[in-house]
């Protein structure tokens, strides 16, 4: 099974680059309002300026210190930000893949990927809340691997994911927040997980 599982994953990984690649230079819809608002945040920052203080952002800061490293390492460009929002869709895809064939066959894992990566729609009006997804991913990877395994480690990996989905949109990372901290609850009531330390400490 984990052979099969690490097999799956580089089919996957290869799958998510083809479907993913033709948007590196490709966007369907413009909006200066927006999309300019983002693309000049991310090359104020590239800069040395920061959010809030020397530019109009509404979103957590993270992202636009995440784009501006793109900025500066592939040029100022629309393309630059599409390559640095690819790799989080390809990332999310991945975090998906790994998170649900712990609990699911490494084939049916895969379809959820490329289900993902096909019909993702995103949220076209800014590059900021693919972090956001790619975060929200990462915990759900998280999640099913503490369902699989029951081991406390994942738990403090999911915080950490929602730790920093907090800094991409703090009213996201807040929901999430509960919903996880749910779902560890329904686990554990399920599966009549004995409780420890760790989980009081997880629980606070």
Request: charged share 10%; glycine share 8%; hydrophobic share 55%.
């Amino acid at each position: 099974m984990k052979n099969s599982r690490i097999i799956f994953f580089f089919v996957a990984l290869a799958a998510g680059i083809i479907l993913l690649a033709p948007f590196h230079d490709f966007q369907s819809l413009l909006s200066q309002g927006d999309h300019g608002r983002d693309l000049y945040a991310f090359e104020q920052t590239m800069h040395g300026a920061k959010a809030y203080k020397d530019y109009w952002w509404v979103y957590g800061p993270l992202m636009p210190y995440y784009y501006a490293l793109f900025f500066k390492w592939f040029g100022i460009s629309a393309a630059s930000a599409l390559l640095g929002k690819l790799i989080l869709n390809l990332l999310s895809g991945l975090f998906l893949f790994l998170g649900f064939s712990r609990i699911f066959s490494p084939v049916t894992a895969l379809l959820v990927s490329l289900w993902f990566w096909s019909f993702n729609s995103d949220f076209f009006f800014t590059y900021n809340h693919a972090g956001g997804i790619t975060f929200i991913c990462a915990t759900l990877f998280t999640l099913f691997g503490y369902l699989e395994s029951r081991k406390v480690n994942y738990l403090w990996w999911g915080l950490i994911a929602l730790f920093l989905l907090c800094f991409v949109k703090v009213n996201i990372g807040l929901a999430c927040l509960g919903s996880f901290v749910a779902g560890v609850f329904l686990i554990d009531l399920v599966y009549r997980v004995a409780g420890s330390r760790q989980k009081l400490y997880f629980y606070v």
